[in-house]
């Protein structure tokens, strides 16, 4: 058998989750997303990411299934070409995410760390018993606090999608992974200082006390929100609009039910809290 043969024999043996591991590999090495969209820009539409991962996962469907019934192998194509397009949707969805994500973390730890830097100045127009001064201050730390669960909850999440879809490889370009490292580590510093400046000037307690199990629980909410849509925009651009608005409104229906029980969880038998 020719080396051709083998490759081709290989390549119609790669189940989806292989060939967009397979894909990212090719990606990830450029080590960003832009020099990796830079490179595209040049080729031909058959050649973009998507449209070559299709064609191939529909051309390794007919090959397995040559010799059955043209309902079976359709019913295969389809199935190959959901199952590819929705964990590069996927992939997609974890770079965006991520990166609007280390957005909002700079921009956080750059208003953090100045209001904190007022807050501990001696020069301040509020005493540093007043409430106006520990109202505030408590605000910056529960923000702060806030920011690394959302950090840590996303990063979970990331785990445990990239687990369950792409055999644990990284969906993050390696520039991401290293930004998201750093953005984490800012948004830990912060809120450790502010957590201390906190409790030297007596400021109120945690609205909500610190829970060794708030990262889990909003990791949990995170995969939801990076599969689900992932899996929508797939459907929609195989034209199964309806199976799309299914899982689409499904989604949204946890969404709102989880929103509502957050807000009853705030607002506590004696009403709001806050």
């Not at 996927?90 to 209001?115: F, P």
């Not at 948004?187 to 906190?198: E, G, I, S």
């Amino acid at each position: 058998m020719t080396v051709a043969r083998r490759l081709a024999v290989l390549e119609t043996s790669l189940s989806p989750t292989q060939r967009v591991v397979a894909w990212l590999d090719e990606a990830h090495a450029f080590g960003d997303l832009t020099a990796y969209v830079e490179s595209l820009l040049d080729q031909p539409p058959e050649a973009a990411p998507i449209n070559r991962l299709a064609r191939e996962a529909a051309t390794a469907a007919r090959a397995a299934g040559r010799g059955r019934p043209a309902e079976v192998i359709d019913a295969a194509v389809r199935t190959a070409l959901r199952e590819t397009i929705f964990r590069y949707e996927l992939v997609m969805r974890i770079n965006v995410t991520g990166h609007e994500l280390m957005d909002r973390a700079l921009l956080l730890y750059t208003a953090l760390a100045a209001q904190l830097a007022l807050l501990a100045g001696e020069k301040r127009a509020a005493p540093r018993s007043g409430p106006a001064h520990l109202g505030w201050l408590a605000r910056c730390r529960d923000l702060a606090m806030s920011q690394v669960t959302e950090l840590l909850g996303a990063q979970e999440a990331r785990s445990i999608v990239e687990g369950r879809y792409l055999d644990g490889h990284a969906a993050l370009f390696p520039d991401a992974v290293a930004a998201w490292a750093e953005r984490l580590d800012m948004a830990q510093t912060v809120a450790v200082m502010a957590d201390r400046l906190a409790e030297l000037d007596g400021a109120p307690a945690l609205v909500t006390p610190a829970d060794a199990d708030a990262v889990s629980r909003r990791a949990a909410v995170l995969v939801a929100d990076l599969v689900e849509p992932a899996r929508v925009t797939a459907l929609e651009k195989l034209d199964e609009g309806r199976r799309a608005t299914t899982v689409a409104t499904r989604w949204l229906r946890s969404k709102f039910a989880r929103s509502r029980v957050d807000t009853d969880a705030d607002d506590g038998p004696e009403g709001p809290t806050r």
